[in-house]
């Protein structure tokens, strides 16, 4: 494992050591609203201080994006975290939540972990060195056909002028697929096509934190990741589509026609 993807991992494990201890007690946490249907909790913060406190330990020097705290720090270095992407499955006991964090180096992704702290399942890759579930190499899926795959997705909660076309891109893939999920946290559902669990996935109104560490591992995993437009500015836009090279070439022009390509 690469010294840096380590201390990441190291990173991970803090946060999810925070998080299990209050996922026993969830009546006693205190959820604050940040937009509508968008939360955060004492477990978010004290989860993304202990993350940042292990990154800064080894790379003092480098930037750090982080969901909560913000952008700080000026380096051709950065960390991209998110806490506990999941938040609102999490305060309802819906164990469907993770940790992610990336590493870019000039705006090019270079190192990723998720970290599935209620099944113990740790998800890495590093650029040019493949991608990792508890250290068993993964590959997307073979499935070549739309109407045999599973897609993931999520609702357009940031983004309500979507609702819409996002239905409408929903219906046609109903009967397009063999099945649509939206289990609720973006970087999980990315890994799960990275490993094959899933066969595609698009969202829109993501953020960097959200996406960033999951891209990395479907590349890594030989699958494909753009944004709407099938360019490389997913990060930036929040729009993006992925999965199996053929399973991709599919699912692009669905949701291409009903939610454009910008």
């Known amino acids: 494992m ?6 990441a991992v190291k990173a991970a494990r803090r946060a999810a050591s925070v998080i299990n201890r209050a996922s026993t007690q969830l009546d006693l946490l205190t959820v604050q609203s940040k937009a509508p249907n968008d939360f955060v909790t004492e477990v978010d913060r004290a989860a993304e201080a202990a993350i940042i406190e292990v990154l800064r330990e080894t790379y003092p020097d480098h930037a750090i994006l982080a969901e909560e705290s913000g952008r700080s720090g000026d380096s051709e270095y950065c960390w991209i975290i998110d806490p506990l992407d999941g ?12 940790i992610s964090i990336a590493l870019a180096r000039n705006d090019v992704l270079e190192q990723a972990v998720i970290f599935d702290p209620v099944r113990n399942e740790l998800f890495t890759a590093s ?15 073979r499935r070549a056909r739309l109407s045999e795959a599973l897609i993931g997705t999520g609702f357009p909660f940031r983004e309500v002028d979507h609702i819409e076309p996002y239905i409408k891109a929903f219906r046609e893939l109903t009967q397009k697929t063999a099945g649509l999920r939206r289990p609720g946290a973006a970087a999980l559902d990315l890994a799960y096509v990275a490993c094959g ?66």
Not at 88 to 98: D, E, R, S, V
Not at 213 to 242: C, K, M, N, P, Q
């Open 127 to 141: 650029r040019g060195a493949g991608a990792f579930l508890n250290d068993r190499r993964i590959r997307v899926s």
């Open 197 to 262: 669990r899933l066969d595609g996935f698009w969202e829109a109104g993501l953020h960097s934190w959200d996406m960033a560490a999951g891209a990395l591992l479907i590349l890594e995993a030989g699958g494909l990741v753009t944004d709407f437009a099938g360019g490389s500015g997913f990060l930036e836009s929040g729009r993006l589509v992925a999965g199996t090279p053929k399973v991709f070439a599919q699912l692009l022009p669905v949701v291409q026609q009903h939610m454009g390509a910008r």
């Open 87 to 98: 938040t609102t499955n999490f305060i309802h006991g819906f164990p469907q939540y993770a």
């Open 2 to 7: 690469h010294p840096t993807l380590n201390i």
